[in-house]
């Protein structure tokens, strides 16, 4: 498999805290790549050392082959990248700001600026400036800035912030077509688990600057993906009900009024089951509902300490 970046032990030390921590991940061309984390846990530190913005303290950062080092103009140019909060000239155009963006690159094809603003679906606003945009028409044209280049690689932190559903429906689909039409490799940054859970090929998760897993999609999906879930408003006496009447084990408490049932397939119950038992020994349900395990489940897992979902 062609790798498009490889880190090796990668570490950024600030103020004499590490920040990033020994961070060894690959991302292989042509996947989008999600990477999750809560506030502060790293991610936008190890994309400024990705697109040299900030130096590492140790460990080493491979794209395209190459080592990345000072001088690596040319590697930079195969790259897109909106990192944190896109900037441009508040005075003007759209169509003007991503006319600077290319002159600064070297690249002289017009009619990219137009087919950018449309494929991210900025259009009419020919005279308005950047300044009258809202927050997502902002997040839009950081994305066709980002794109007007036809980058190899594109690195996005929390692009689809600001946007409302039918916004964050349109770059999802924008995302998987520059994956699966133009084989661009994306590093996407997200806080919305159930939009990365929908395009990622790959999750890396990191938590206090720590890369806690690499782990393809497909495999999480693989893994025992139903669960009953069980509300009542006794969750002790439910759960004396599945150890003591049901002999299942292989459940968890989420909080006062919630369990969920896990099959492995040696103490599987059916839902029929579980309710007559429940019913007869009193305990009052609230809902009982077959469900999948979700991104969110296996994130939620790994940051509260766990080993993700077996």
Known sequence: MGYILKTSHLTKTFGGQEVVQDVSMKIARGEIYGFLGPNGAGKTTVMKMITNLVKPTAGEIEIFGEKLTDKSYSVLKRMGSIIEYPVFYDRLTARENLDLHCEYMGFYDKKAIKDALELVNLQNIEKKAVKDFSLGMKQRLGIARAI??????????????????????????????????????????????????????????????????????????????????????????????????????NYKVIDDKCLRIYSDGSDGVSQRDLTKALVQENVDIESLNLKRLSLEDHFLSLIEGGEGVA
């Open 148 to 249: 007007i280049t036809k980058p190899e690689f594109l690195i996005l932190d929390e692009p689809i912030n600001g946007l409302d559903p039918v916004g964050i429906k349109e770059l999802r689909d924008i995302f998987k077509m520059l994956s699966q039409q133009f084989g661009i490799t994306l590093l996407i940054s997200s806080h919305i688990l159930g939009e990365m859970e929908q395009i990622a090929d790959t999750i890396g998760v990191i938590r206090a600057g720590r890369l806690l897993e690499e782990v393809a999609m497909s495999t999480i999906r693989e893994k025992n993906t139903e669960y009953i879930e069980l509300t009542t408003n006794d969750y002790k006496k439910a759960a004396f009900v599945l150890e003591n009447k049901l002999n299942i084990r």
